[in-house]
């Protein structure tokens, strides 16, 4: 099921209590979320990092122009959400005009799904925050026991 969306891929990702959409298409690698620059969005360099992972594992990092709206959570999850978003667009590409979509077996040439698939990008990171319990100061933590 590949969904195109007036010229672009999608692709969402979800972490945490974030939830991003990522819209993809050829291009000179211009990336906007939340229409701002990905620059002044995420200001750490880390977060960058983790949102450029699936292209820097597919070697094509200035090649696409990625247009990404994303809601809820902190930087952290949203950066994680994004990459997912991200993960799912690019396969979604590959599969429908990419040279690689021959299927080769034992070839040299891998499919985008293959590459993300190793680096572990298509996995959705279901970790969540934990609630909180009655009689305890946080999730696990107790108060301090008293013996006297």
Same mark, same amino acid.
């Given at each position: 099921?590949?969904?195109?969306?007036?010229?672009?891929?999608? $692709?969402?990702?979800?972490?945490?209590?974030?939830?991003?959409?990522?819209?993809?298409?050829?291009?000179?690698?211009?990336?906007?979320?939340?229409?701002?620059?990905?620059?002044?969005?995420?200001?750490?360099?880390?977060?960058?990092?983790?949102?450029?992972?699936?292209?820097?594992?597919?070697?094509?990092?200035?090649?696409?122009?990625?247009?990404?709206?994303?809601? $809820?959570?902190?930087?952290? $999850?949203?950066?994680?959400?994004?990459?997912?978003?991200?993960?799912?667009?690019?396969?979604?590409?590959?599969?429908?005009?990419?040279?690689?979509?021959?299927?080769?077996? $034992?070839?040299?040439?891998?499919?985008?799904?293959?590459?993300?698939?190793?680096?572990?990008?298509?996995?959705?990171?279901?970790?969540?925050?934990?609630?909180?319990?009655?009689?305890?100061?946080?999730?696990?933590?107790?108060?301090?026991?008293?013996?006297?």
């Amino acid at each position: 099921m590949v969904k195109k969306v007036e010229g672009y891929y999608y $692709g969402t990702g979800r972490r945490k209590s974030s939830t991003a959409r990522a819209f993809i298409k050829k291009g000179k690698g211009q990336i906007k979320v939340n229409t701002r620059k990905f620059e002044d969005y995420f200001p750490s360099e880390v977060t960058r990092m983790i949102v450029l992972q699936p292209f820097n594992t597919i070697n094509m990092l200035d090649q696409f122009d990625i247009k990404i709206t994303v809601r $809820g959570g902190g930087l952290s $999850g949203q950066a994680g959400a994004i990459r997912l978003a991200i993960a799912r667009a690019l396969v979604q590409y590959d599969e429908t005009e990419g040279e690689n979509s021959g299927g080769e077996e $034992g070839g040299s040439i891998k499919s985008f799904r293959r590459m993300l698939r190793v680096e572990g990008l298509l996995t959705r990171d279901s970790r969540r925050v934990e609630r909180k319990k009655v009689g305890l100061h946080k999730a696990r933590k107790r108060p301090q026991y008293s013996k006297r």
